[in-house]
């Protein structure tokens, strides 16, 4: 299972997983590979908190932080103010989704009840200010999706010693990030969950690992096992790039409701949806994402306008979930078609175990069959 990628990094099995909570990142990294942390949700406030505890919880390995600079939004020509952006955004879009959340009865927060972020990190400024807080920490890599990071972006984490790695969904878009610095590609199949492209992970990984080499890859997009990484790791890849099955480790802060509809949830329950963000993003099927492909809805918003619009509308539907309200059943969650087999809450550190037992299973059975093709029985 050692490949070049556990010597770049020093860990001891090529898995990355991406995650939102921290204590899934710090166990992750605590038990072998590296767990890095989505920063796009956090303030910069918040996220020096966040990465604080991971430096104190980490024991000292290495662990990663994920950030978002979009190539092709609203703001990405430069920063525009918040006022600014929320002229943008038509009052019968926000008419919709007042509409959709009274149809299915889902209660306004509560007053006192804290507000949700509208603008997240992927505005330049806002992400940049996570760029410069992640690297006052431990970090070993840093990770950019949607796009090329911005050359200076990459050139400061090199100056750090940290790696960047980039996501992509096609070979052409790999191309692309080599020629900006990029140290590793994380190929990404459309069967991920997130933002996520066409292209299916058996045909995206050695498409793209033929069109960056000697660059590494990390195969993405539906992996959640030993097999599964064993296939990767065969089609070229240095690695896994994990996340959705994360979602449902003893560590993560899934609320209970989201826990169970994960948890009984099929591969063919996922759809890509620009609901979330104005971005194609696969995630659970509900009637919140059907009512914006639906014939009334009025179409969604480029990023980030969509977010910001419906910031609010999400937390309501969350917050549903978590107190059993009407609308409970909205709840937006991305999600990959791995979530079919995502039955149990096990502790990150067996899910780990588990993949790594499985795959020297699946290499030892895959090696006595060709041991034996080669010396038939006479």
């Known amino acids: 299972m050692h490949t070049r990628i556990c010597d770049e990094f020093g860990i001891e099995f090529p898995i990355f997983a991406f995650s939102h909570c921290r204590d899934v990142v710090a166990a992750v990294s605590r038990a072998g590979g590296m767990g890095v942390l989505g920063a796009l949700a956090f303030s910069p406030e918040q996220l020096k908190i966040e990465l604080a505890w991971i430096d104190e919880h980490v024991d000292g390995k290495p662990y990663g932080v994920d950030i978002v600079m979009p190539a092709t939004s609203v703001t990405a020509g430069g920063d525009v103010s918040e006022e600014q952006l929320q002229k943008m955004i038509p009052q019968q879009h926000r008419d919709y989704v007042e509409q959709v959340l009274s149809r299915h009865g889902v209660p306004p927060l509560p007053e006192g009840a804290p507000r949700p972020m509208e603008l997240l990190g992927w505005v330049p400024g806002t992400a940049r200010s996570q760029v410069d807080i992640a690297l006052e920490h431990r970090v070993a890599l840093l990770v950019n999706a949607l796009g090329p990071p911005p050359p200076d972006v990459v050139q400061k984490a090199h100056d750090h010693g940290i790696k960047v790695a980039a996501l992509v969904g096609a070979a052409d878009q790999a191309r692309k990030q080599q020629q900006a610095g990029v140290d590793i590609i994380v190929a990404q199949g459309h069967e991920a969950g997130g933002h996520t492209g066409e292209v299916a992970t058996m045909v995206l990984v050695p498409e793209v690992v033929r069109a960056v080499h000697p660059t590494p890859v990390l195969a993405a997009g539906g992996i959640g096992s030993g097999?599964?990484?064993?296939?990767?790791?065969?089609?070229?890849?240095?690695?896994?790039?994990?996340?959705?099955?994360?979602?449902?480790?003893?560590?993560?802060?899934?609320?209970?409701?989201?826990?169970?509809?994960?948890?009984?949830?099929?591969?063919?329950?996922?759809?890509?949806?620009?609901?979330?963000?104005?971005?194609?993003?696969?995630?659970?099927?509900?009637?919140?994402?059907?009512?914006?492909?639906?014939?009334?809805?009025?179409?969604?918003?480029?990023?980030?306008?969509?977010?910001?619009?419906t910031a609010e509308a999400q937390a309501r539907m969350r917050r549903a979930a978590e107190t059993g309200a009407p609308g409970a059943d909205l709840a937006p969650m991305p999600v990959g078609q791995i979530v079919g087999s995502m039955d149990a809450i096990r502790p990150a550190r067996d899910v780990i175990f588990d993949m790594v037992e499985e795959y020297v299973d699946t290499v030892a059975r895959m090696s006595e069959a060709l041991a034996s093709a080669g010396n038939p029985t006479p």
């Open 227 to 309: 097999k599964q990484m064993a296939a990767a790791l065969a089609l070229g890849a240095d690695g896994v790039w994990t996340g959705s099955i994360w979602l449902t480790v003893k560590e993560a802060d899934t609320g209970d409701v989201l826990m169970d509809k994960l948890l009984h949830a099929g591969s063919r329950d996922t759809v890509r949806s620009r609901s979330m963000t104005g971005k194609p993003a696969r995630q659970l099927r509900t009637p919140w994402t059907e009512a914006w492909d639906g014939p009334d809805s009025p179409g969604t918003l480029p990023m980030p306008l969509q977010f910001m619009l």
